[in-house]
């Protein structure tokens, strides 16, 4: 297990995460507002995002027939496999305590969350998870609407609010998105590969 502790690393790796601490810092204590500490932390709740996916799950059924049904069935793949990777993979071979666990800087979070994960704060999972989904409906969607690219401002504030309520940083955040957008582009590759695109012409009127 690798521990991230900037007093055992190399001064390059300290200065990227010294940078780390500073814009947490900034997003968490600074560019703050009553509005953001209300509806950010709402935001990382499965109450906010999965009634969006489920009617994206039921869209594409409806919509593009028996393939709809398998690429729902890719979708739900791809975020049980970011997961995985990142929550099963990158967390067991990299250690890094989440701010409001760091003993360097705990005092001065603010905790928007009502606990504190224990688990390692690198990579996110959410932005992972939600970044993976976003590429994959993307790259397999973006031939029927320009508007579908929008959703990776949704990934965004999702991960976003994982800084502001003080539970990741933002390498992690960065980290967990090339990995989601990774996994999500690889699944998008298969889907194509394996059922082909979804078709305008094939939609149900």
């Known amino acids: 297990m690798i521990l ?3 007093g055992q690393q190399l001064s390059f790796l300290q200065r990227i995460l010294y940078f780390d601490y500073w814009l947490f810092t900034k997003i968490n204590r600074q560019w703050t507002n009553s509005f953001f500490d209300v509806v950010l932390p709402f935001l ?3 109450e906010f995002w999965l009634p969006f996916y489920l009617f994206l799950l039921v869209f594409a059924v409806l919509n593009f027939s028996k393939k709809g049904g398998w ?3 890719t979708l739900i793949m791809t975020a049980i496999i970011s997961d995985l990777v990142s929550s099963s993979g990158v967390k067991q071979l990299i250690f890094r305590y989440r701010p409001c666990q760091d003993p360097v800087i705990s005092a001065y979070v ?6 504190c994960p224990g688990s390692s704060s690198f990579t996110s999972s959410h932005a992972c998870n939600h970044f993976s989904v976003a590429m994959f409906i993307f790259m397999t969607l973006r031939h029927t609407s320009n508007w579908w690219r929008l959703i990776f401002l949704w990934a965004f504030a999702i991960s976003y609010a994982q800084i502001y309520v003080g539970v990741h940083y ?3 955040i960065l980290g967990g998105t090339i990995l989601g957008c990774s996994i999500g582009y690889g699944m998008s590759a298969f889907f194509k590969t394996k059922f082909g695109v979804l078709s305008t012409n094939n939609i149900k009127a």
């Open 4 to 6: 991230l502790d900037t």
């Open 44 to 46: 990382r709740e499965a």
């Open 71 to 73: 690429w729902s069935l």
């Open 110 to 115: 603010r905790v928007l969350v009502k606990y």
């Open 170 to 172: 933002p390498f992690d």
